[in-house]
């Protein structure tokens, strides 16, 4: 079994930075394709970065190209997503997740792993 835990989520002005990290235990991850996505209250959840099992591929969100950046360090099994510019239309609780494949993946249905969540807040 693999534990994946967010941290890093906080509040923030419009225009602000936050980085957010995924930790697992249980089990390492440079076997597998790791993705971040998001919710929204009564929304379905939301695609927002994918990375390959090495790092080299990496898949966004038009929404947040140029703005967020998905990396990993599978030394320290950890994955990491750093947001800048931050809009309030970026507020949701973001997730971590984890692929039993290699290949990055904008499929929410495609991930088996998933941590709890930590909450991302954007004011105006």
């Known amino acids: 079994q693999v534990q994946l835990v967010e941290s890093g989520g906080g509040l923030v002005q419009a225009g602000g930075s936050l980085r957010l990290f995924c930790v697992a235990s249980g089990r390492t991850l440079s076997s597998n394709a790791m993705g971040w996505f998001r919710q929204a209250p009564g929304n379905e959840r939301e695609f927002v970065a994918s990375i390959s099992k090495n790092g080299g591929t990496t898949y966004y969100t038009d929404s947040v190209k140029g703005r967020f950046t998905i990396s990993r360090d599978n030394a320290k099994n950890t994955v990491y997503l750093q947001m800048n510019n931050l809009e309030p239309e970026d507020t949701a609780v973001y997730y971590c997740?984890?692929?039993?494949?290699?290949?990055?993946?904008?499929?929410?249905?495609?991930?088996?792993?998933w941590g709890q969540g930590t909450q991302v807040t954007v004011s105006s």
């Open positions: 997740a984890a692929r039993w494949s290699g290949l990055p993946s904008r499929t929410t249905s495609e991930y088996t792993y």
